[in-house]
């Protein structure tokens, strides 16, 4: 009786929107998700299902589409859609180079700061004909010798205080805040706040594989090394331990046999620590000598003399790379900087609740919305299928959302959902971000229908049977491929 009744509500749904959804197409995807939520993959877990027209507000298909559920990164689409609605796609970061004191011939007797407006894209070297790291660092040393400056008597300082000092969301986990993806978030990034580490394995699967250092140079770091050779291809399964703002790491898990350089990439704990500590080796590399004088310094707390001001690439570009590569620190700090503009504080919490109200005063149904950061990297976060939906609808409303949609992922061609559906009437027409955490796969965006209408869709697989992540994957793809005949 359950499963007709079901039937009965969809089909009374598809018959009211059948100028939506083609109905034949309708019906396969139905048949698609019951076929899913009710094979032997879903006994215990969820499956929630939600595809909206964005025009009229209407739900075109739904299943479980309240129920609160992980949200992995589906959430970096709400964080981009938030951040470029308040501040706009052209908006730009600035990252200032500035001194405090006096220049008394070649001596700057004073303190050299770098600061920070939030920047997460600041020497990275994935945006094409913007400066990398080693680059940055010459154009400010540039900076520095073009007043003559041949010494510098005072401190050093990266200035991250655009940001609250909590650089990590409460509730990320223990295994993840080491790794590059959990690198916390400042007002100074740098490098996207990740080294390279790299491994040698041993001789025999079980042998100890040797480290041989990390790169760029970070010599304050220390290193406990307990990686091991595992099986050939056997792939990066390894686990970096760190705290926030400490300088101990410990290494963990297996390196394939046979690499004699193995690369994995690490979270570096405090990248305005390691801003200072680099353009001060930078400095005296160019013969420009650092006298350290006075205490510990991390903010201006006068106006300064502005040396260099390094603009970012616009904000709907960094917002696509976001999209496209599911880039955890790039969305957690624009959640910082939607907390900043509407709310006047950047902690984690306090930057959730400006961006939940901002949606629900534009009518946005957030019941059930309890995201815990920026990216969807906490595990307790939640959302509802129809939550986000309901905010895809309404963004379409906002000026930004041009810059927003075409920095979506296309289905068959980019970014994460490159190699789903190729050759099929989706391929080119669904734009999705995709989601992963452990226990949970999902997919949102927007498809046009035959008929020209825009609809929103959210799906959200949870708690579904072990080991068949993949296989969850692959079906969530095929109601993808089905969106395209809609």
């Known amino acids: ?65 309240e129920r609160s559920l992980p949200s992995a990164s589906i959430l970096k689409l709400i964080t981009t859609a938030t951040v470029l609605s308040v501040y706009g796609g052209d908006y730009r970061f600035s990252t200032f180079l500035e001194y405090k004191g006096t220049v008394s011939s070649d001596t700057l007797i004073g303190d050299l700061y770098v600061r920070g407006t939030g920047d997460p894209s600041l020497g990275s070297s994935r945006l094409k004909g913007y400066p990398s790291r080693t680059e940055l660092l010459t154009r400010w040393v540039n900076a520095v010798k073009k007043l003559g400056i041949r010494y510098i008597k005072g401190r050093i300082i990266g200035d991250a205080s655009y940001f609250d000092n909590l650089t990590m969301a409460s509730t990320w986990i223990w295994g993840d805040i080491g790794n590059y993806y959990g690198a916390g978030v400042q007002g100074l990034n740098f490098n996207e706040n990740q080294y390279v580490a790299r491994f040698k394995a041993g001789a025999e699967v079980g042998d100890p594989a040797e480290f041989t250092g990390i790169e760029p140079y970070i010599p304050y770091l220390t290193f406990q090394n307990q990686v091991m050779t595992g099986e050939r291809g056997s792939g990066d399964q390894t686990i970096f331990y760190g705290d926030p703002l400490g300088t101990r790491i410990v290494l963990t898990g297996t390196i394939p046999a046979g690499a004699t350089s193995f690369p994995v990439k690490g979270a570096i704990p405090d990248a305005a620590k390691y801003v200072a500590f680099a353009l001060k ?16 310094g991390t903010s201006l707390s006068a106006p300064a003399v502005v040396l260099d001001e390094y603009k970012s690439p616009p904000l709907k570009e960094l917002c696509k790379e976001t999209n496209l590569w599911s880039i955890n620190l790039f969305a957690d700090s624009f959640l910082k900087l939607v907390g900043k503009r509407l709310g006047g504080a950047t902690d984690f919490d306090s930057s959730v609740k400006a961006l939940t109200n901002y949606w629900i005063a534009r009518r946005a149904d957030l019941r059930g919305f309890m995201i815990k950061d920026g990216s969807g990297l906490s595990p307790s976060g939640s959302v509802t299928a129809q939550n986000i939906t309901e905010i895809l609808a309404a963004v379409k409303k906002e000026n930004s959302f041009n810059d927003f949609y075409q920095g979506i992922a296309v289905l068959g061609q980019t970014g994460t959902v490159r190699n789903i559906g190729k050759g099929t009437r989706a391929a080119g027409n669904v734009r999705a971000k995709s989601g992963s955490i452990e226990g949970t796969r999902a997919y949102a965006g927007y498809v046009t229908s035959r008929s020209g209408e825009l609809l929103a869709f959210t799906f959200i697989a949870h708690k579904y049977q072990s080991g068949s992540q993949k296989a969850v994957g692959e079906q969530l793809g095929r109601l993808m491929i089905l969106l395209g005949g809609f």
């Not at 939506?20 to 019951?34: R, W």
């Not at 969820?46 to 027209?53: D, E, G, Q």
């Not at 080796?281 to 510990?296: A, D, M, V, Y």
């Open 281 to 296: 080796n930078s400095l005296e590399s160019f013969g420009i000598q650092h006298i350290e004088t006075g205490g510990p």
């Open 1 to 65: 009786m359950k499963y007709f009744s079901l039937l009965f509500f969809l089909s009374l749904g598809y018959h009211v929107h059948a100028q939506v959804a083609d109905s034949a197409a309708l019906t396969g995807f139905t048949d698609a998700v019951l076929e899913m939520q009710n094979s032997e993959l879903f006994r215990h877990g969820s499956l929630a299902v939600n595809v909206k027209a964005v025009k009229t507000g209407e739900n075109i298909f739904s299943i479980n589409q």
